[in-house]
């Protein structure tokens, strides 16, 4: 009978022990977890935040599923170390476990740049439900707060402390908002609306300390600028959680390296999610770690399986809009584009196409056709008899098909 040990509880971890337990109905798997909390879908933290959603309302696995599935799982477990020959791990707490199929899924961590001032009491970043808890703590005395970073996770927390009555300035590096699912034209429309809704923006802007005075704490740009605040939530991104795999030696650039069957470099040891890389590409978005997991698992259960990768796409909400951004966006202006814009009515279609063939989307707030065009974009369908019109919300998108 096979013992696998997943060290790590997010998506990527949960696919992997699904499918092995699809494949492997006697095996033995057990999990292990910093947090205390079961498995939760960490894009909802921003709503838990506003208080829309409650911790059973954003909890996927519960502890029912696990017993369901014969899942050990080991909460509030740090895993320091990794023994290879011995084919063994060890918790902090001293206690070691045996393996033959180990996966290393530890996810990622909130980048906090290396600003003057971090960290200090009041200065927070969102990764966990925990930093969650933290916040929401904390908001419960606030009148103002900075945000550091205006990417996708730090807006919708952003517009959650703003449900609940504080002020939110955004202080960004680039000079548009969603640097990675915008262009500058739709960044735009989306920022006028959300000035519209109360938030203030210094875009282009660099952090240069953050200070404490009597008032409460303060947030320096480089510019000059000088930004009271009652709290500051840096989100700049999030990093490779790769300690483990450092210190097991495995072969680590944007992230650990794997093969197309989620192999690391040692034998019996596989990785996903989102400290790995793939044929040279870090995705850290929630669609790539749940395929790298379903991999992972029927490899580590001896099922063939290949990651071929995936075509970076989201489909999400930003303060209440929808939004699918999927593969080249095009923010150079590099491609041939149809584009169609409308102001009063917050909406912005973008179709990116090089060499008549659909190679990237942003649909903003009118998100109809978003399936089609990405799967036009996976088939390399050639849309040159009506690549004029894809971009109309009125499209009969049954024509990509």
């Known amino acids: 009978m096979t013992t696998y040990l997943i060290i790590g509880n997010g998506i990527a971890a949960n696919t992997a022990a699904e499918n092995i337990r699809k494949s492997d109905r006697d095996g033995t798997i057990l999990m292990f977890t910093r947090e205390k909390h079961y498995f939760y879908y960490i894009p909802a933290l921003p709503e838990y935040l506003a208080g829309e959603k409650q911790l059973q309302n954003i909890t996927i696995h519960n502890e029912a599923w696990y017993k369901q599935n014969n899942i050990t799982l080991h909460p509030a477990t740090d895993i320091i170390a990794v023994d290879p020959a011995k084919k063994t791990i060890s918790a902090k707490d001293g ?11 530890t996810g990622g961590y909130s980048f906090v740049p290396p600003i003057k001032g971090v960290p200090a009491d009041g200065v927070f970043s969102l990764r966990t439900l925990d930093d969650a808890n933290a916040i929401k703590d904390r908001a419960q005395r606030a009148k103002k707060m900075v945000l550091i970073g205006g990417g996708l996770l730090g807006l919708e927390a952003g517009n959650g402390l703003r449900k609940l009555g504080l002020e939110v300035c955004v202080v960004e590096f680039m000079a548009r908002l969603l ?40 947030v320096n740009l480089e510019g000059g600028e000088k930004i009271a605040a009652d709290m500051v939530l ?17 072969e680590i650039d944007k992230g650990v390296k794997v093969d197309d069957t989620m192999k690391t470099g040692i034998d019996n040891i596989y990785a996903a999610g989102d400290l790995i890389e793939h044929r040279g590409r870090f995705y850290g978005i929630w669609p790539a ?53 409308d102001e009063a009515g ?41 690549k004029q019109e894809i971009a109309k919300e009125n499209f009969d998108f049954n024509r990509l098909k």
């Open 346 to 386: 917050n909406m912005y279609r973008k179709v990116v196409l090089q060499d008549n063939k659909i190679i990237g989307t942003i649909l903003f707030g009118n998100i109809n056709g978003s399936e089609a065009i990405q799967q036009a974009i996976k088939t390399k369908k050639d849309v040159s008899a009506f």
């Open 179 to 218: 640097p990675r699912q915008m262009d500058t034209e739709g960044a735009a429309l989306l920022r006028k609306q959300m000035e519209k809704m109360g938030f203030s923006f210094y875009l282009g802007a660099k952090t240069q300390d953050i200070v404490r005075d009597k008032d409460g704490l303060a």
């Open 95 to 105: 206690r070691t476990f045996q393996y033959d199929k180990l996966l290393l899924a």
């Open 234 to 250: 840096v989100s700049a991104g999030v990093r490779p959680e790769v300690t483990l795999a450092k210190s097991l030696g495995l």
């Open 289 to 341: 770690s749940m395929e790298q997991g379903r991999v992972a698992g029927l490899s580590m259960a001896g099922k063939e399986a290949t990651y071929e990768g995936t075509v970076p796409a989201n489909t999400l909400k930003v303060v209440g809009i929808d939004l699918v951004a999927a593969g080249e966006i095009d923010t150079d202006g590099k491609f041939e584009a149809v584009v169609i814009k």
